[in-house]
């Protein structure tokens, strides 16, 4: 059965920082394309990078590109998403998914074969 269960959600000031983390398990990690969605309230969600499974292709979402990098751990089975300089427009709840297109351009979830339940950032101003 695959888990995918991300972590490190939470309320932080405009301009702080976050970190967090994927963990799939029940697949073999190491060759699926990983990525990370967000979806705020009242809008539609929003895919805003990718990794591609040996981590030599990332792409970004101009609303994030230069703020927030991804990484992955195929030892560990883990995507990483480290979010620098946070606004209140990155409000929202994050989805980590597994099985994406990753191509260096815009992310879609074509192909997204597993979604993690999500967790919450909120950016206060």
């Known amino acids: 059965q695959v888990q995918v269960v991300e972590s490190g959600g939470g309320l932080v000031q405009a301009g702080g920082s976050l970190r967090l983390s994927c963990t799939a398990s029940?697949?073999?990690?190491?060759?699926?394309?990983m990525g990370w969605f967000r979806q705020a309230p009242g809008k539609e969600r929003e895919g805003i990078s990718c990794?591609?499974?040996?981590?030599?292709?990332?792409s970004y979402a101009d609303s994030v590109t230069g703020r927030f990098t991804i990484s992955r751990d195929n030892a560990k089975n883990t995507l990483y998403l480290q979010m620098n300089t946070l606004k209140p427009e990155d409000t929202a709840m994050y989805y980590c998914?597994?099985?994406?297109?990753?191509?260096?351009?815009?992310?879609?979830?074509?192909?997204?074969?597993?979604w993690g339940q999500g967790t919450q950032v909120t950016v206060s101003s």
């Open positions: 998914a597994a099985g994406l297109a990753c191509s260096g351009r815009a992310i879609s979830d074509k192909g997204v074969g597993y």
């Open positions: 029940g697949l073999r990690f190491n060759t699926y394309n």
């Open positions: 990794i591609s499974w040996a981590g030599g292709t990332t």
